[in-house]
């Protein structure tokens, strides 16, 4: 569904919309001034699907958010698809970029993970839009020139370069939508995490075996104990990317001269 990735609209009316132009328009030309702009109709958007998740985003919703009808939001933005896009170029754009620990290449990637686990705390639906096919906007074009230079001059040949890049971006998608998931069942049962193990211990112990799953129950039971829980989102992020780092220090050093 449309909803759910981006680039699904009209590929020039998509384009046209996010760099300010008219279909027949080159960069550099800008198309007359509308009542409503981009980043207006974009905001609304926005702070639609932060409060109430990307499926309340409908052109009739934002709308109303913006005091207008549906029938003339659709002559500033041609559908829900490329409204889809305006709103995921907006973030990309205005994301923060903190700056790195150190000046090694660890501590730029580092950062880049850290600025994209940002972004989807405060958008927790981005994390939902399947990507393969990106909006090219000036938000994701700035973005992506932002990131590939965290491993500049590491010596990897540059579709390597890409796809360390990709790979670092879907770990952090990965577990900003474990997190989301976290924080749902926590919302809807009302109880942490340690909270809801601690009430179904009796429950659960029945039917969990230490003799038949030895391995299972330590290493369970260790892990319950470290984190209050079965999954901790935070450690799980940590973890994850240094190991992430060192699998690309390990790829890194290959391509090093002797």
Not at 147 to 168: F, I, Q
Request: charged share 25%; with cysteine.
């Amino acid at each position: 569904m449309a909803s759910d990735r981006s680039s699904a609209g009209d590929p020039a009316r998509t384009l046209a919309l996010l760099w300010g132009l008219s279909a027949e328009e080159k960069p550099g030309r800008r198309g007359p001034r509308q009542a409503k702009s981009p980043a207006e109709i974009a905001a609304a958007a926005i702070a639609l699907a932060d409060a109430e998740g990307v499926d309340a985003v409908t052109m009739r919703r934002v709308a109303q958010e913006l005091g207008v009808s549906a029938m003339a939001l659709y002559t500033y933005v041609p559908g829900k698809a490329e409204l889809l896009d305006l709103m995921l170029d907006t973030v990309y754009a205005t994301m923060r970029r903190a700056a790195p620990a150190g000046d090694g290449w660890r501590d730029r990637v580092a950062a880049v993970a850290d600025d994209n686990r940002a972004l989807h705390r405060a958008h927790p639906w981005v994390a939902r839009i399947a990507t393969s096919r990106p909006p090219l906007g000036p938000g994701l074009m700035a973005k992506y020139e932002y990131e590939l230079r965290a491993l500049e001059g590491t010596g990897l040949p540059d579709v390597e370069l890409d796809a360390a890049l990709t790979h670092l971006l879907g770990f952090v998608q990965t577990c900003a939508r474990m997190a989301a998931d976290e924080r749902g069942a926590e919302q809807d049962s009302r109880m942490s995490d340690e909270q809801w193990w601690s009430a179904n211990a009796e429950l659960l112990a029945r039917v969990l075996d230490p003799e038949r799953y030895p391995v299972a129950a330590r290493v369970g039971a260790a892990a319950g104990e470290a984190h209050g829980g079965a999954y901790s989102p935070d450690h799980a992020y940590a973890f994850g990317l240094a190991r992430l780092l060192d699998g690309l220090a390990a790829l890194i050093e290959t391509h090093r001269k002797p």
